[in-house]
T-cell receptor
Framework: KAGVTQTPRYLIKTRGQQVTLSCSPI?????VSWYQQTPGQGLQFLFE???????NKGNFPGRFSGRQFSNSRSEMNVSTLELGDSALYLC?????????????FGNGTRLTVT | SQQGEEDPQALSIQEGENATMNCSYK?????LQWYRQNSGRGLVHLIL?????REKHSGRLRVTLDTSKKSSSLLITASRAADTASYFC?????????FGKGTMLLVSP
């Protein structure tokens, strides 16, 4: 089975712009979670989607949004980018939303905001 | 906010030695998981231990869980240079999986 695929791998944006990141989960996985990783804050949970519904949301401003499509692929969007949004954004998938299965991570999208 | 906290923050050992990392957490959990991350890449799942389990093994990895102390440990035996990575514990409570800040392990040849 192919693993979790995240595109693009690297992104450089300017303050004030918006960005969309994409995640394709492992085939058959219906749950997709997003995390932001920075040296200072570590791994911070952004949101989780299951069957196109947002199940949980982390403590991030409304500039961060996401969605999941019927084929379980997911996108996250960050609007009005700030310097502090520079981070590695990780997507992870799992078969269900019960929390009793490991997460399978992609290699992330490295976002740099200048 | 982080649920788990790993200790130590960094660990440097020689090949062949054992490496022990600890994780403490604050609230009740359903399970605790350990992940490894090589520099700049995604996390790889290592072991999941449920709240009613006390010990679990996988190859050279041994994980213990003490729910009364709200702590877990990860032991890597006979370390190899390829084990150099960051190791994270993650706790699964009512809803989301919450990660600690990790232990950076350096294994020198």
């Amino acid at each position: 089975k192919a693993g979790v695929t995240q595109t693009p791998r690297y992104l450089i944006k300017t303050r004030g712009q918006q960005v969309t990141l994409s995640c394709s989960p492992i085939s058959g996985h219906r749950s997709v979670s997003w995390y932001q990783q920075t040296p200072g804050q570590g791994l911070q949970f952004l949101f989780e989607y299951f069957s196109e519904t947002q199940r949980n949301k982390g403590n991030f401003p409304g500039r961060f949004s996401g969605r999941q499509f019927s084929n379980s692929r997911s996108e996250m969007n960050v609007s009005t980018l700030e310097l502090g949004d520079s981070a590695l954004y990780l997507c992870a998938s799992s078969p269900n939303d019960r929390g009793d299965s490991p997460l399978h991570f992609g290699n992330g999208t490295r976002l740099t905001v200048t | 906010s982080q649920q788990g906290e790993e200790d130590p923050q960094a660990l440097s050992i020689q090949e062949g030695e054992n490496a022990t990392m600890n994780c403490s957490y604050k609230t009740s959990i359903n399970n605790l998981q350990w992940y490894r991350q090589n520099s700049g890449r995604g996390l790889v799942h290592l072991i999941l231990i449920r709240s009613n389990e006390r010990e679990k093994h996988s190859g050279r990895l041994r994980v213990t869980l003490d729910t009364s102390k709200k702590s877990s440990s990860l032991l890597i035996t006979a370390s190899r240079a390829a084990d150099t990575a960051s190791y994270f514990c993650a706790t699964q409570g009512y809803s989301t999986l919450t990660f600690g800040k990790g232990t950076m392990l350096l294994v020198s040849p």
